[in-house]
């Protein structure tokens, strides 16, 4: 038994999208992610479940991650380390981005969201002028090191929580969910929940598409990464490749963080058509690869979309 420290109400409602399905011609159904209760909601929770769990185990006084400054992640971390009494800081950027693609055109959101919620859970938040993914990590290190020199426990948790640890959690989210689809759409950014999907449903009828939110290049690298991490975890290899992979870049718009046009419509759709609250970073992408594979015929059947969460994101403001 892995351990393991409920925070989530679960299982999150699955329900079918009647309105949709109708004018797309499938039978849409949604796992309400957004639902999971705990410091806002959002897929995030379910990782958190088994990393506390990891965290305690060290004896950690003082946990360290990083990510954008709107990282629905280190909100709801710093809401875990809060309620364990343990200290969190993040390394932040507004729009972290990969240098050999260059910085998206476009403004993402900063103020509001989720930065009012890492105030209230205590987060301490270090922030770094936008640049290179590589150098947000090489900041959350430092702070972890000048944290061990002051004496303390520290732990480092990758950003996303996109360990193998965390990319297990979601082999348990499938069984919530049966494998009765044909297909599962899923946004993709550090890869655990596709990751994790995928890993799940290999080998059965299901077909797990992840939508990439962000251009990185080795977002296949990481799903591999991942799903050997599980293989481990789990005590049995089932030994993905990367072209088990169905990894989509269609619908990542100007990159990382930065609203789309695509993405900004299927939301107004999932709003207007099932009263549905999409995020711009990583749901309404997702949705709109959801609604574009369904126009263009590479959708069939049962059709399961895995909504993530990130609501307070739609209250930041660049």
Not at 145 to 171: H, M, Q, W
Not at 243 to 271: C, H, K, P, Q, T
């Amino acid at each position: 038994m892995i351990p393991r420290i409920p925070l989530c109400c679960l299982p999150t409602p699955c329900h079918p999208l009647p309105r949709l399905s109708e004018d797309l011609g499938l039978d849409i159904w949604i796992k309400r992610d957004d639902l999971t209760g705990f410091a806002g909601g959002g897929n995030k929770g379910r990782k958190l479940e088994y990393l506390m769990a990891d965290i305690l185990d060290s004896s950690a006084t003082h946990v360290v991650t990083c990510g954008s400054r709107q990282s629905n992640f280190v909100r709801q971390l710093g809401a875990a380390c809060a309620v364990h009494n343990i200290r969190c800081s993040a390394a932040v950027m507004s729009l972290p981005f990969d240098k050999g693609l260059g910085r998206p055109q476009g403004s993402p959101p900063r103020e509001g969201g989720n930065v009012i919620l890492d105030e209230l859970f205590g987060v301490d938040l270090h922030e770094f002028s936008d640049g290179d993914w590589l150098d947000l990590y090489a900041e959350a290190d430092k702070i972890a090191d000048n944290l061990r020199s002051k004496g303390e426990v520290v732990k480092v948790v990758p950003i996303g929580g996109s360990s193998p640890l965390g990319a297990y959690s979601f082999t348990q989210a499938a069984v919530e969910v049966g494998e009765g689809w044909d297909h599962v759409v899923t946004p993709t950014s550090s890869g655990s929940t596709h990751a994790g999907l995928a890993w799940a449903f290999h080998g059965s009828r299901t077909k797990v598409v992840g939508i990439a939110c962000d251009p990185e290049e080795d977002l296949l690298d990481d799903l591999k990464r991942l799903t050997d991490g599980i293989d481990a975890i789990a005590g049995f290899k089932k030994g993905l490749g990367r072209l088990d992979f169905n990894l989509r870049r269609d619908w990542v718009g100007a990159g990382y963080n930065i609203s789309s046009e695509e993405g900004a419509a299927a939301a107004s759709m999932a709003a207007g058509r099932e009263g549905l609250i999409l995020d711009p970073v990583y749901s309404a992408k997702a949705f709109a690869g959801l609604l574009g594979m369904a126009r263009s015929g590479e959708l069939s059947g049962k059709v399961l979309f895995w909504h993530t969460g990130g609501l307070p994101t739609l209250f930041a403001r660049p």
